[in-house]
């Protein structure tokens, strides 16, 4: 992760810290301004890989049913073998799937209210020719499924700076928590992959992960 990366995912967690998320013009509009209430701690969830444990801040005010399906396989430990990373490219993400016997989420992200009046910067993409604004523009640290769909296929953003070539296509339920994450994040990067030309890195053994409500966090309140 280079100098500016880690600044803006830095800045992040400041901003968290303080709990101001709602002036960010970047990660949307809270939850409570789009429906008139105030939400409690969204709370934290961590994926635990041999290399240590990834803490993820989720964030019910971009997706609040994306949230509830994580923390349900989260209480329910329902993550078995089948809750792998697969993908994994340095300084851009790393890419997994959550499949659980848990019934799936269907629905998308919100899109924030700034971005909902301004036109796309790029076309859409072959995999997603009918995309549209789901979710805040992405940086470094956050969470979102995967492909412009609504799971199971998961990601962890680790570009250079916001990903304003995604445009608003991905949902986006979470964000890391703090910097040990990302350097946890950064280990599972440099796992060996089948290094192709071009296209998509895949690692060459998948990486098994748990998924849990976080024991260093405060209870997780996703009700309405």
């Given amino acids: 992760m280079d100098t500016i990366s880690r600044v803006f995912f830095l800045l992040l967690l400041v901003v968290g810290s303080l709990g101001i998320h709602d002036l960010d013009p970047f990660v949307g509009v809270s939850h409570a301004d789009r429906h008139g209430k105030v939400i409690q701690s969204a709370g934290h969830v961590a994926v635990h890989v041999p290399q240590g444990k990834i803490r993820i801040k989720l964030r019910p005010d971009l997706s609040q049913p994306s949230v509830d399906y994580v ?5 329910e430990k329902k993550c078995g073998a089948d809750c792998t990373f697969y993908r994994a490219e340095q300084n851009f993400l790393l ?8 019934p799936a989420n269907r629905q998308l992200g919100d899109c924030p209210q700034e971005f909902k009046d301004k036109p796309r910067s790029t076309p859409c993409p072959s ?3 009918n995309c549209g604004c789901h979710g805040p523009i992405m940086y ?16 962890i953003y680790t570009g250079n700076g916001p990903a304003t070539h995604w445009n608003n296509d991905h949902t ?7 910097e040990q994450s990302m350097k946890v994040v950064e280990a599972v990067l440099r796992e060996p992959t089948n290094h192709p030309p071009h296209g998509m890195a895949m690692l060459n053994n998948v990486i098994k992960f748990d998924l849990a409500i ?11």
């Fill in 127 to 129: 995999h997603d020719p």
């Fill in 172 to 178: 986006v339920w979470g964000e890391l928590a703090d």
């Fill in 214 to 224: 976080d024991d260093d966090s405060s209870p997780v309140d996703t009700s309405l």
């Fill in 95 to 102: 890419q997994g799937v959550i499949r659980t016997p848990v």
């Fill in 140 to 155: 470094p640290g956050m969470v979102g499924w995967a492909g412009g769909s609504a799971g199971p296929d998961f990601f």
């Fill in 71 to 75: 923390v349900k396989v989260a209480q």
